[in-house]
């Protein structure tokens, strides 16, 4: 599986038509009618915002690259956030890798979730986010805030040891 974003350099409209028709098809209509329509309305130079990203998860088929799920992110997540995955790839850790390469593409990230949504609760703390508040969506229903940071690489270095210095404070 590779993840990758979508090259504004190749045919955009040809892309971005067959991108917006992989999520109509695979993810709810009425969770995602804004987000849907502000991704249908962006430009090559909005996905170049700092904070928006469009990631594609393709698998080699017989006939080339396949497209297996699909993720898009505007403003770390809280102007929108969508996500969909092909029904044949569900349960194969696409989801996952998508919503981790969106964490560390863009340093940290928020979704809402309705609480019957348990499939995608489940992909969302698998891949790192953490649950922070409770909200009433305008038509009544609860939704869980979720947020994540991209994990910090830096790694302590050691101190080194002068010579004849004992590596052991207490030795047994």
Not at 12 to 39: K, T
Not at 52 to 72: D, I, N, Q, Y
Not at 149 to 167: M, Q, S, Y
Request: aromatic share 6%; charged share 25%; net charge positive.
């Amino acid at each position: 599986m590779q993840i990758s974003s979508l090259s504004p350099q190749d045919d955009w409209n040809r892309q971005h038509a067959r991108v917006l028709r992989f999520l109509f098809d695979h993810v709810g209509i009425r969770s995602m009618r804004e987000d849907y329509l502000r991704l249908a309305r962006a430009t090559e130079q909005e996905l170049q915002a700092p904070g928006t990203s469009l990631l594609l998860a393709t698998l080699r088929g017989e006939a080339g690259p396949v497209l297996a799920g699909a993720s898009f992110v505007a403003g770390y997540g809280k102007d929108a956030f969508l996500i969909a995955v092909h029904p044949l790839y569900r349960r194969k850790g696409v989801g996952c890798a998508l919503l981790k390469a969106q964490l560390d593409r863009l340093g940290s990230l928020e979704c809402r979730a309705g609480l019957n949504q348990v499939p995608f609760l489940g992909l969302c703390f698998k891949a790192g986010l953490i649950a922070s508040s409770l909200a009433m969506a305008s038509t009544g229903r609860t939704l869980l805030r979720l947020e994540g940071n991209a994990p910090k690489t830096d790694r302590r270095i050691a101190a080194p040891t002068k010579e004849g210095e004992r590596l052991c404070r207490f030795p047994s």
